[in-house]
């Protein structure tokens, strides 16, 4: 019965160190394999925040136009015109576009602008830095 014990252990024993081999040889190819991905994972997220946070810039920017316009409600903004230029301070965005939007005379006219929003560290809200209209 001791020759059968040491028998079963034995090839236990091989099993499980298979099992084992297998086990780090798998996570040794997963982790090769994330850690390429993960770097193209990172830079798709950065990049994925920037078109977020410039969109947000926009959005504060039309916002902060619409403000100072005679009828925000006739405001028409382009689909696609904007501008958006991050300032070297990384965390100021420049939006340069236009509105159409009624005057005191209900005529439509188009204004251009040029907006200039920070975005404080620690949060994702912007502050207006400038608002220039041109017509």
Same mark, same amino acid.
């Given at each position: 019965m001791k020759k059968r @014990? $040491? @028998? *079963? *252990?034995?090839?236990d024993w091989k099993v499980g160190a298979a099992i084992a081999a297998f $086990? !780090? /040889?798998v996570l040794w190819a997963l982790t090769e394999r994330d850690g390429d991905q993960s770097d193209d994972m990172l830079a798709s997220r950065a990049a994925d925040r920037e078109v977020a946070r410039q969109l947000a810039a926009v959005r504060f920017c039309r916002d902060a136009i619409e403000a100072v316009l005679i009828a925000p409600s006739t405001a028409e903004h382009p689909r696609s015109a904007e501008r958006v230029v991050r300032l070297p301070d990384q965390r100021t965005y420049e939006v340069s576009s236009y509105v159409d939007a009624a005057n005191s005379f209900s005529a439509i006219i188009r204004t251009s602008y040029v907006c200039q929003a920070i975005r404080p560290r620690g949060t994702e809200? /912007?502050?207006? !830095?400038d608002l220039r209209l041109a017509n």
């Open positions: @014990d $040491a @028998d *079963t *252990t034995m090839r $086990a !780090v /040889f809200e /912007f502050q207006l !830095v």
